[in-house]
């Protein structure tokens, strides 16, 4: 088969129009280090979104609000946290990134547009060392 003009064309056009649905989510990451200073400075919220005992392991990154993700009020309790404004910066952390990142999907399907995920986590992942190897600090 032969590529023709149009055939290259309808290619890129496909391309484009892929990248535009692209989820969200892979363009709204942050490094551990990039979190911690960007909550530090009041930039973003930062929730942490592990389990009480996973907090009680290794504590929660220090300017991290704790949020267990299973909470059956976490829509509510997040909307509380940031006043009922779903346009505010949000970083979602957990021990690995897996977690917030399904969780970042799930909320920018609720409406909420300022979703971003810190997929290194607590303990490290692919993305990274995570908030614990990279000695950030810890609040027990």
Same mark, same amino acid.
């Given at each position: 088969m032969t590529l023709t003009r149009r055939h290259f064309f309808a290619g890129i056009a496909a391309c484009a129009l892929a990248a535009s649905n692209a989820p969200l989510h892979a363009k709204s990451i942050l490094t551990a280090t990039e979190a911690f200073a960007k909550a530090a400075a009041g930039k973003i919220t930062l929730i942490d979104i592990r389990t009480p005992e996973e907090w009680a392991e290794t504590g929660s990154g220090t300017g991290a609000r704790r949020l267990d993700m299973r909470r059956e009020d976490f829509i509510n309790a997040l909307d509380q946290v940031l006043g009922g404004d779903k346009s505010k910066p949000v970083a979602l952390i957990c021990a690995r990134g897996v977690r917030s990142s399904? %969780?970042? +999907?799930? %909320? +920018?399907?609720?409406? $909420?547009?300022?979703?971003?995920?810190? !997929?290194?986590?607590? %303990?490290?992942? $692919?993305?990274? !060392?995570?908030w614990l190897e990279r000695g950030l600090p810890v609040s027990r």
């Open positions: 399904r %969780l970042s +999907r799930a %909320l +920018r399907e609720n409406g $909420y547009t300022n979703i971003i995920d810190v !997929p290194e986590g607590m %303990l490290g992942s $692919y993305a990274g !060392p995570g």
